[in-house]
């Protein structure tokens, strides 16, 4: 497609189980985000990849929470032993090059039960 | 460290007006500023981009105005309409590092 993709769309798990959300880049994108945004509030920088380089994890909230992109293809986040606090909207991002900016997929809504 | 803010949190307005949402950022050592708009438990649309050594940037009744030196943007929305209702954000990109973000304006556009 010609947007990004994620999925699920809506997860809703109890608390203490692990969870993967998954991110589908525009192909080509070397560049790829994830951000968190709880209810009402602003976004929250996760991790970041770029290209080959070894990934910026400096917004990972705890060693509960990981990522993971192959190259320039798929990325996941897995969040173990999830807790309330983990409910939020999840968000993906994309880019080629900087002068073209950033497209973000529609999120994954995480409910921890 | 680079910091944004987006002046007001919040504004309502009847329908018809014209707006200005503000940004600013500390650091002007940007490669470029990004507006999205996000509507209520939805993802980001991107608005328009602005890059570095632009002025401004316009798509229909938006038009987005950027002052590196002075670390500024504006978003202009002319002939408000109920359907602009959502939250605006305003990011900037620093080099090849990651997108920093403002709060965002929630914008309300009365009938």
């Known amino acids: 497609g010609a947007g990004v993709s994620q999925s699920p769309s809506n997860k809703v798990t109890e608390k203490g189980k692990d969870v993967e959300l998954r991110c589908d880049p525009i192909s080509g994108h070397t560049a790829l985000y994830w951000y968190r945004q709880r209810l009402g509030q602003g976004l929250e920088f996760l991790i970041y990849f770029q290209g080959n380089s070894a990934p910026d994890k400096s917004g990972l909230p705890s060693d509960r929470f990981s990522a993971e992109r192959t190259g320039e293809s798929v990325s996941t986040l897995t969040i173990q032993r999830t807790q309330q606090e983990d409910s939020a909207v999840y968000l993906c991002a994309s880019s080629s090059r900087p002068i073209y900016g950033y497209t973000f997929g529609s999120g994954t809504r995480l409910t921890v039960v | 460290k680079q910091e944004v803010t987006q002046i007001p949190a919040a504004l309502s307005v009847p329908e018809g007006e014209n707006l200005v949402l503000n940004c600013s950022f500390t650091?002007?050592?940007?490669?470029?500023l990004q507006w999205f708009r996000q509507d209520p438990g939805k993802g980001l649309t991107s608005l328009l981009l602005i890059q570095s050594s632009q002025r401004e940037q316009t798509s229909g009744r938006l038009n987005a105005s950027l002052d590196k030196s002075s670390g500024r943007s504006t978003l202009y929305i002319a002939a408000s309409q109920p359907g602009d209702s959502a939250t605006y954000l305003c990011?900037?990109?620093?080099?090849?590092?990651?997108?920093?973000f403002g709060k965002g304006t929630k914008l309300t556009v009365n009938p």
């Open positions: 650091d002007s050592a940007i490669y470029n």
């Open positions: 990011a900037v990109r620093p080099g090849s590092e990651k997108l920093v």
